[in-house]
Every structure is written in structure tokens, then in C-alpha cells.
Nanobody
Framework: VQLQACGGGFVQAGGSLRLSCAAS????????MGWFHQAPGKEREFVAG????????YYTDSVKGRFTISRDNAKNTVYLQMNSLKPEDTAVYFC??????????????????WGQGTQVTVSS
């Protein structure tokens, strides 16, 4: 599967952005999906994940209550709605797909495919 992420940008603290990740290739519902971010000089970290049917979602503690992951299997797209953004959310955001696993993982090595990343910059 090929993943194309978009929607990043520059926003002031407290603002919102919506990231999208469009998939092409195999049946999208065969993948659980995740969003990760990577700040300069740091490792890539799990942000949010969603099961292949969309019924279960998972978040890292720092984004709970602010970010929402969702998916539309008819459109082969996963989304990350980011509200109340903070400067510490600044990073490159990547979407990732985990093939034939109904539940997303929280580790980079659990994913089979990655998008190219989209930059999110939050100013204070």
C-alpha cells in the first residue's frame, strides 16, 4: 500500500489542524493505522492508532482529549484532528499501516508501510 499524508502547516498555540492520509493499493480495511511524530533529534513516537474497522482508538497520554483519530474505509483515508495545539506538538507527522492486524501497535517496528510525513509547526 502507498500512503500519502497531507494537512500539516504552521499554526499558533491553541489552534487546530487536520491531517489526512490517503492509501492506495490493497484493501484499506485490511490495515490498522497509526500516526506517529518525530521532532528534530528525537525518535519517532506513537501519537494515535485506530483499528481496521475504526471501532477502537488509542492515544498517547499527551494528546488525549486534544487529538482525534478517525478513518473512512470507503475513502481509503485516515485522519488526525488536532485541537488545542501546543508548541511541543511541533514535529513531522507520519501515518503508518499495519497489514492484517486488527489492532494498531504503539511501536515503529510493528508497522509495515509509512507515508512521507507532513510538517506541523506550532508557535507560542
Amino acid at each position: 500500500v502507498q500512503l500519502q499524508a497531507c494537512g500539516g502547516g504552521f499554526v499558533q498555540a491553541g489552534g487546530s489542524l487536520r491531517l489526512s492520509c490517503a492509501a492506495s493499493g490493497r484493501t484499506f480495511s485490511s490495515y490498522s493505522m497509526g500516526w506517529f511524530h518525530q521532532a528534530p533529534g528525537k525518535e519517532r513516537e506513537f501519537v494515535a492508532g485506530i483499528s481496521w474497522g475504526g471501532g477502537s482508538t488509542y492515544y498517547t497520554d499527551s494528546v488525549k482529549g486534544r487529538f482525534t483519530i478517525s478513518r473512512d474505509n470507503a475513502k481509503n483515508t485516515v485522519y488526525l484532528q488536532m485541537n488545542s495545539l501546543k508548541p511541543e506538538d511541533t514535529a513531522v507527522y507520519f501515518c503508518a499501516a499495519r497489514y492484517l492486524r486488527p489492532i494498531p501497535g504503539a511501536s515503529v517496528r510493528e508497522y509495515d508501510y509509512w507515508g512521507q510525513g507532513t510538517q506541523v509547526t506550532v508557535s507560542s
